[in-house]
């Protein structure tokens, strides 16, 4: 049976590299000299700090564009953490790089599949979603599908079998 998974999954490469390229342009920048902005990456975990709620807005900025540079999708990252107050007048923000399909999307992705009357399978395999169907046809709708439905996560299909 053809088949092919859904994944979202991150090029950490790519992603190391934009920080490291805007660490660099906030040490250049004028607006930023003297400042505690920065920007740090450990394992799939970006922490932002600076001294001010609108300096964490600039240094995101700076970030997306990098990212975006980089043919990295912006929506890898989650921004729904609240920005952190830490001694003084300095705050960070701790952001966290998605990576593996959370079992909410999962369960849109399957749903999605079966009202679509189309004829292919949706199991949820950790963090991947396998879809099986009889014909390849059945599975590039579905791929196309899944992009159209799942528009707030930047999904990619791997292991394309026939």
Same mark, same amino acid.
């Given at each position: 049976?053809? @088949?092919? =998974?859904?994944?979202?999954?991150?090029?950490?490469?790519?992603?190391?590299?934009?920080? *490291?390229?805007?660490?660099?342009?906030?040490?250049?920048?004028? *607006?930023?000299?003297?400042?505690?902005? !920065? $920007?740090?990456? !450990?394992?799939?975990e970006?922490? +932002?700090w600076? %001294?001010?709620?609108?300096?964490?807005?600039?240094?995101? *900025? #700076?970030?997306?564009? !990098?990212?975006?540079?980089? @043919? +990295?999708?912006?929506?890898?990252?989650?921004?729904?953490?609240?920005?952190?107050?830490?001694?003084?007048?300095? $705050?960070?923000? +701790?952001?966290?790089?998605? @990576?593996?399909?959370?079992? *909410?999307?999962?369960?849109? #992705?399957?749903?999605?599949? !079966?009202?679509?009357?189309?004829?292919?399978?949706?199991?949820?395999?950790? %963090?991947? +979603?396998?879809?099986?169907?009889?014909?390849? =046809? =059945?599975?590039?709708?579905?791929?196309?599908?899944?992009?159209?439905? #799942?528009?707030?996560?930047?999904l @990619?299909? %791997?292991?394309?079998?026939?």
């Amino acid at each position: 049976m053809p @088949s092919f =998974d859904t994944v979202l999954d991150p090029n950490l490469v790519e992603v190391k590299n934009a920080v *490291d390229q805007t660490a660099k342009e906030i040490g250049t920048r004028f *607006d930023f000299k003297g400042s505690s902005a !920065k $920007v740090e990456l !450990k394992e799939k975990e970006l922490t +932002v700090w600076a %001294d001010s709620d609108f300096q964490i807005g600039q240094v995101m *900025d #700076i970030l997306i564009a !990098k990212l975006t540079k980089r @043919s +990295v999708d912006a929506r890898f990252i989650d921004r729904s953490a609240k920005i952190e107050k830490i001694g003084g007048d300095k $705050v960070k923000q +701790v952001l966290v790089v998605k @990576s593996g399909i959370d079992s *909410d999307t999962a369960k849109k #992705i399957q749903t999605a599949l !079966k009202q679509s009357k189309l004829k292919v399978q949706a199991s949820i395999q950790g %963090d991947t +979603v396998r879809v099986t169907g009889a014909k390849r =046809d =059945d599975l590039q709708a579905a791929m196309a599908l899944i992009r159209k439905d #799942i528009a707030d996560a930047p999904l @990619s299909f %791997d292991n394309f079998r026939d």
